[in-house]
């Protein structure tokens, strides 16, 4: 058995307390490791170490701070092997895709904020010969980083590269289904040199360390990816503790299909952009709504695609669809599917539980499913299901698919799929989400301001605005008159 440790102050410690919780392999509903059940005590040392680090690294010359985060980029791509596998078994997502997306990217992250920094700066603004302003941008101090379970080392590492790259110190927690490519990037981060205290990971339970690391006075700025409910929670207590914040929550995106877009390209793109990651991204597009002349033909070949998936073992390089998460999801992904029958939505693939053979038999697999008759306002339509399980529903008129997509209470990504530039330029201003792709799915620069509108969170991550975000601006105005 694997126990996993946190880090504090540069050093792979057990909690305080002793106690450690189960961690399971979803593709075979096994324990396989143990992780510290950790508590307040863990956090504050955690705060103590990042306070004590922060005047040194926020002074260390960015360069320096640079080369140390370029090092630790170059050993996530050295580990990719390593560090896929360990995603792939802790969260059940197929190795192939833990090595082309999750592991690159999280290098991606570390590398891109590493070389940022070099580049970051800030306003000064002339009064006309009487006077100059400039600002200085300072780091925050201590912050705190929650990240969630789908994309672990990758969501994490979005987190933490901006905040240490602009010179602030981090008491970040993982999330406690999916813990063990952080445990193993602690390990990277001692190999790289990063100073103690400057990252500390503190692993356990959301409503203990989560709570403890947002409810801590010390600790002025969070930034937080995870559930809209837990993203409420978080705000409820640092909201009148005036911390900073950043929420990434969940989304219900629409993808939009007009009847003269490339068809094949929509249905393939469509195949993705529903079912990655068995459709546990809050980018997924999970109500699709295609305009009705190609309503049949668009049904007819996504069905087709979506039967030839294979859901099977994350490390069968045949394997399309591995393991949701948890038991616990993937029996709210079925419930989910039972609440979609009784609203009237008729199953036209999948809908069911995978039970496979061997090993894999107490596995959480669920068949992708597509579900059609539904009205744009159901439950089913609006509540966030988070697994592999889309709508798809046909319109007749711009007008009428604005109304649909923007009927939810979240405002995260959108999809559009037109060869009419001017419609799609149209369209794409009036859709209330923060994020549109146009003829695409999830191409990411990671320059752009990433986030969502309404319940799908607060602030922007990515480029610049995550380096904003972890910084203090500073005023000071000379007169020179
Ligand atoms: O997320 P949680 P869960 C959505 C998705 C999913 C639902 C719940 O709909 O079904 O959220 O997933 C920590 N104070 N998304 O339960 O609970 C927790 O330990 C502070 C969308 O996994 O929000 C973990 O580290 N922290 C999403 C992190 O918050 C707390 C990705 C996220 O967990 C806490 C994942 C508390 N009181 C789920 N309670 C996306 N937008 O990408 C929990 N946490």
């Known amino acids: 058995m694997i126990y996993l440790e946190n880090y504090i102050d540069g050093e792979l410690q057990p909690p305080i307390n002793g106690r450690f919780l189960d961690n399971y392999n979803p593709s075979k509903g096994v324990v396989y490791s143990q992780i510290p059940d950790s508590d307040k005590a863990d956090v504050q040392a955690a705060v103590v170490a990042a306070k004590s680090a922060f005047k040194s690294w926020s002074e260390k010359p960015k360069e320096e701070r640079s080369k140390i985060l370029v090092r630790l980029a170059d050993l996530i791509a050295e580990n990719l092997e390593s560090l ?26 570390i590398g891109f904020y590493a070389t940022a920094i070099l580049h970051y700066a800030s306003e000064s603004h002339s009064m006309e010969g009487a006077g100059i302003n400039y600002t200085l941008r300072k780091p ?10 789908n994309l672990p080392l990758y969501l994490f590492t979005w987190k933490i590269a901006p905040a240490i790259a602009a010179g602030n110190c981090v008491v970040a927690k993982p999330s406690e ?5 952080a445990y193993l990037f602690s390990k990277l981060c001692l190999q790289a040199g990063l100073p103690p205290g400057v990252l500390n990971i503190v692993h356990g339970l959301g409503p203990k360390v989560g709570a403890a690391i947002t409810e801590h006075p010390e600790i002025t700025a969070i930034s937080f990816t995870g559930g809209t409910q837990t993203g409420a929670t978080i705000a409820k207590v640092a909201a009148p503790m005036f911390k900073k914040l950043s929420l990434e929550l969940g989304g219900k995106n629409p993808n939009i299909i007009f009847a003269d877009c490339d068809l094949d390209k929509a249905i393939s793109t469509s195949v993705h952009s529903s079912f990655a990651n068995q459709g546990q991204i809050c980018l997924c597009g999970s109500r699709i709504f295609v305009e009705e002349p190609i309503y049949e033909a668009f049904k007819k070949g996504f069905v087709e695609k979506i039967k030839q998936l294979k859901i099977g073992d994350p490390f069968d390089p045949k394997t399309n669809q591995g393991a949701v998460v948890s038991e ?47 009205p744009f306002d159901c439950r089913t339509n609006q509540e966030e299901i988070f697994g592999p399980v889309v709508t798809i529903a046909p319109f007749k008129t711009e007008e009428e698919v604005i109304k649909y997509a923007n009927s939810t209470l979240y405002g995260l990504a959108s999809c559009i799929w037109t060869e009419n530039l001017t419609k799609a330029h149209r369209l794409a201003a009036s859709l209330e989400t923060g994020i549109v792709w146009i003829n695409c799915w999830l191409v990411r620069d990671l320059r752009t301001p990433f986030g969502g509108v309404k319940n799908s969170g607060v602030g922007r991550e990515g480029g610049f605005e995550a380096l904003h975000f972890f910084t203090e601006p500073q005023n000071i105005c000379v007169k020179i008159q």
Request: proline share 6%; hydrophobic share 40%.
């Open 84 to 109: 896929a596998a360990a995603e792939s078994i802790d969260n059940g997502k197929p190795l192939s895709l833990a090595k082309k997306v999750d592991i690159p990217r999280a290098a991606s992250n």
């Open 140 to 149: 925050i101090g201590v912050v705190g980083c929650i990240s969630p379970w």
């Open 177 to 181: 289904i999916t813990p063990m490519t």
């Open 328 to 374: 616990d999801h993937m029996k709210k992904v079925l419930a989910c599917i039972d609440l979609a029958k009784e609203e009237g939505g008729t199953i036209i693939a999948g809908g069911n539980r995978v039970v496979l053979e061997g090993d894999l038999a107490d596995g959480y697999y669920i068949e992708p499913t597509i579900i059609e008759g539904l």
